[in-house]
């Protein structure tokens, strides 16, 4: 069965393969291996729609590549990006809001998650990029029941969308909204 998405070639995407999706990105699965985010793009899209959803995700690189976040145990490592796409470490436990109703984990693993997202979130936050969409869909679980935010998507609080935020003299990303 199709998605309402198609790839960067324009063929539909199968929904089995669908891990996910937001305001301007999908996430694919890639041979259970990793996991590729695209700009999304729905069946019968016209291009100005894409076009917009390909700069939020090469602003999204910037921050993956452009040494803002750099390697931390609690974030999703980036495999590698393109010019069309941003390929993650597959997450093989999926998101924390659909492993608890799978499994019933015990209260120290629990509690652990939570010791992990602060963590991740004070990483991150040292980096000056602010997220600002805190849900249990945006953090993953690996292979080793340890939590890893989803995301990173600069935006700010200006209607100039992408431009760094500045104050008292320090520049900020905000990270805000969508589930990828």
Not at 19 to 24: A, M, P, Q, S
Not at 85 to 107: F, H, V
Not at 125 to 154: E, G, T, Y
Request: aromatic share 8%.
């Amino acid at each position: 069965m199709s998605s309402p998405f198609v790839d960067l070639d324009g063929c539909p995407i199968p929904l089995s393969r669908v891990l996910g999706y937001g305001r301007t990105g999908v996430v694919i699965s890639h041979d259970d291996t990793a996991a590729v985010k695209l700009p999304i793009r729905w069946a019968g899209d016209t291009g100005s729609d894409f076009d917009m959803n390909l700069v939020s995700l090469r602003r999204e690189q910037d921050i993956y590549i452009g040494a803002r976040i750099g390697r931390c145990s609690g974030i999703v490592p980036c495999v590698g990006c393109s010019g069309m796409a941003i390929e993650l470490e597959w997450m093989k436990n999926g998101d924390l809001r659909s492993y608890p109703t799978q499994c019933r984990p015990l209260r120290p693993f629990q509690l652990s998650w939570f010791r992990d997202m602060a963590r991740a979130l004070a990483h991150t936050h040292d980096r000056r990029v602010l997220v600002a969409d805190i849900a249990s869909r945006n953090f993953l679980q690996d292979s080793n029941l340890r939590n890893k935010p989803r995301k990173a998507k600069p935006r700010s609080h200006n209607a100039d969308e992408g431009k760094q935020v500045r104050s008292r003299g320090r520049d900020y990303w905000v990270v805000l909204g969508g589930v990828v």
